[in-house]
């Protein structure tokens, strides 16, 4: 069973880092386009952050200079710099595994004022 698992929330003041995690287990042959999404209380899940299976990463206008999302085998990260209060929300990650969509559970980030 293919999994994906993230990790790295947590409560965090402005201006401080988080690096999130995004790990796929299982029986896996290919991992495509993985996307990390959020969803503040009470709003739609937005798209955050894209990268690509040959590394190409696509960002909302909102994180762009302060987000990084890169990934390394079967984890795929999401480097939070310059954190905002507008940042609190849970964190997800989408994967295109073995051509099947798949997504995590999510974690929580809380930014504090």
């Known amino acids: 069973q293919v999994q994906l698992v993230e990790s790295g929330g947590g409560l965090v003041q402005a201006g401080g880092s988080l690096r999130l995690s995004c790990a796929a287990s299982?029986?896996?042959?290919?991992?495509?386009?993985v996307t990390w999404h959020r969803q503040a209380p009470g709003n739609p899940r937005e798209l955050v952050a894209s990268?690509?299976?040959?590394?190409r990463t696509n960002y909302v206008d909102s994180v762009k200079g302060r987000f990084t999302i890169s990934r390394d085998k079967n984890t795929v990260y999401l480097q939070m710099n310059s954190l905002k209060p507008g940042d609190t929300a849970v964190y997800y990650c989408?994967?295109?595994?073995?051509?099947?969509?798949?997504w995590g559970t999510g974690t929580l980030v809380t930014v504090s004022s």
């Open positions: 989408r994967a295109l595994v073995n051509d099947i969509e798949r």
């Open positions: 299982g029986r896996i042959s290919t991992i495509g386009v």
């Open positions: 990268i690509t299976s040959g590394g």
